[in-house]
Structures are given as C-alpha cells and as structure tokens.
C-alpha cells in the first residue's frame, strides 16, 4: 500500500518524494494537490474521507501519516 501511496503523491507533487519529506511545509502540496490526493486516494483504496480528515492537515503532511491515515479508515477506525 505505501509503494501505491508514494506513486500516487508523486504524481501529483510532480516530483520524487521520501516517506519522511513534509509535503505541506515544503510546498508540495496545496489546497488544490490536496483535493487531487484525496480523490485518487479515495478512488484507489475504496475510502473516504470525511470532513474532519481534511480540516486536520497533518493528516496529509507526509507519506507516513497519509498511509497511516488510509489504513484506519480502511480498518474503520476513523
């Protein structure tokens, strides 16, 4: 799943990106890529995100909190 998340983020960051890179600080990702994110994440994984996931940007910092992030929704956690 991480491999499939990376693909997706550096497709739309335009860019190779590490597990670890700040995607928000870093200015890889915006409001617009975010929204991009989420509708292929959603689309891929069979998910969705719900409001209160978007309003919490750190969910979208890095690859690891993305993939932490797909992971409790798919386990229904979030």
Do not use: H
Request: proline fraction near 1%.
């Amino acid at each position: 799943m991480e491999k499939r998340v990376l693909e997706i983020c550096e497709e739309i960051c335009c860019q190779k990106i590490s597990a670890d890179e700040q995607l928000l600080e870093e200015g890889l990702l915006d409001s617009y890529r975010i929204m991009e994110l989420v509708s292929e994440l959603e689309t891929e994984f069979k998910i969705v995100f719900m409001p209160k996931d978007l309003m919490e940007l750190e969910n979208f910092s890095s690859l690891k909190k993305i993939v932490k992030l797909i992971v409790e929704k798919i386990k229904g956690i979030k």
